[in-house]
């Protein structure tokens, strides 16, 4: 073969490539072979027979897709990966040093070196030989009496036969993928059949990573799956890190690859396909039709979940503010929708924060949904019966909780929620601020739960920022004071505090601490100072100061009154 004819049997420009690369038992079921030969099954063919593997022994599963002859010492420039370059002595000789010579193959990629020996190079180096050994490069002698045309007649014929049967099985997925959605399946039976063509496990999430479908070959378990370092400690597919594409992980001996579900030109989640050895970037096409057929039965499941989920969702909104009649009424009718109102529950909002940047409302409108779908999620890992309900900048969830659930039992639990809903790091998801109401064991009592719901959101989000949790329970005081018109609110505390209710005052921050500590120990120094770790002296030193400052406060009931209000008023608003 000439110089520069780049084809030089590379049979990837014949047709697709769409196996899997055996690279031997790992943790998870062997599935079919990856494009190409191995080495160890190139030396299988006849015109190979005799040949002896002379270094490299540990290369042998490197994969051939294509033979190459080396006419010239300057052949490099003509070599490709995955190649099995034939050549005589006589070039060799004139290649320089042997040991760079295979180097440089190795580094190209090249799958093995098959050498004719004794004409003009009777032996290798025994350098070239350890080079080949530490690179796992094959180094094969080949007999003198066969030709390399019959060689490469051999081998390409071989990885043709191996294409051929590929490129049947692949037609038979496309034929199974279509058979799925015509016949009404659902996700899981995509995973499922992509796992019984090329993978160890399929995974299809939202886009945002939660998982909505998976399947897992015999022998592997799904645990172990969500344990990878593409997900987070809540089981979700890290979208904001994880590249689409082929990835390979080197310490585990693991492959994936990620590609997009596209719905009506919008991305609305991933498949990823995961398997013990390596996948070939040739393999896309197949996993790139599965993801369409998921596309499609996405498609057609948010369709029919839009006509369920607005009729859920009005019947919900009635039932929060009163308008769904009587309690037995609701119960009931909830009951044929799946959900148990007849028990103790709370009523959980989970508001979207504002943002500066408004969206188009396409964007809005698909942001919202999977925002609604999220929540819907998380709750009903844990309450499949609770009423989850999605409208225009907030989710309503109506959960079920033991009848004498504390406060902070409550919010350790919807914290959950929300932490599962977020995931670990956000993966670019919306911020909200979620209230809770007080527990209910009766159902005429919604409408207020909601009420104090919604309360909470708008407090929480005062007091402590967005993306809180509040209880109804613990807002205290807070409760009023959210009522106050926010001016009115300014002017108090400003009058009350004086120089204190700015940062003018060197010490302010420092001696507002002091008087909020004071007042919540009821002006006992001994605790104050142990709750300050301050000398008892500095303490009343710091007394007598707040005193010039606010007026004689330790002996005026009503001042304290007002002092501790206006202390609350700046942790609220943040003056």
Known sequence: MAKGDNNNGDIRQVMPTLSRVDQGQGPWPTQTPAAGLSVSEVLEVAALAGTEVVAGHQGLDRRVTRVNVMEVPDVLPWTNPDQLLLTTGYPLQQAGDLSEFITSLAERGLAALGIKLNRYLDELPEQALATADALDFPLLTLPDNIGFDEIINQVLSLVLNRRAGDLARNEQVVGDLVDIVISGGDLTTVCAGLVTAMADAAVVTTMDGRVLASAVAEGVDLDDVLGLAAFDRTGRLRVETEPTGVVTDDDQGRSRLL???????????RLLVLSHTTIATAQAPMVEWAAAAAALVMTKQQAVAAVENKYRADFLRDALVGRAGPPERVVGHAHSLGWQLDRPVVVVVADVDPTATPLEAQDERSLQERFSRAWAQAV??????????????????????????????????????????????????????????????????????????????????????????TPFGSLGVFRLLSQVDPDELRTFAMETLGPLATSELPDAEDLRMTLSVLLDNNLNVAETSRALHFHYNTLRYRITKLEQLLGPFTTDPHRRFSLALALHVIQMRGL
């Open 259 to 269: 590609v997009p579900v596209m719905v009506r030109g919008r991305h609305e989640g």
């Open 380 to 469: 009903h890992e844990s309450d499949p019966e609770a009423p989850v309900a999605g409208y225009a900048q907030e989710v309503v969830a109506v959960i079920g909780v033991a009848r004498d659930t504390s406060t902070e039992a409550l919010e350790r639990a919807v914290a959950r929620f929300a932490r599962s809903v977020r995931g670990d790091g956000g993966g670019g998801r919306r911020s909200f601020t979620t209230g809770v109401s007080r527990p209910i064991t009766d159902i005429a009592d919604l409408p207020r739960a909601y009420a104090e719901a919604t309360e909470s959101v708008v407090v929480g989000r005062r007091l402590h920022g967005n993306g809180s949790v």
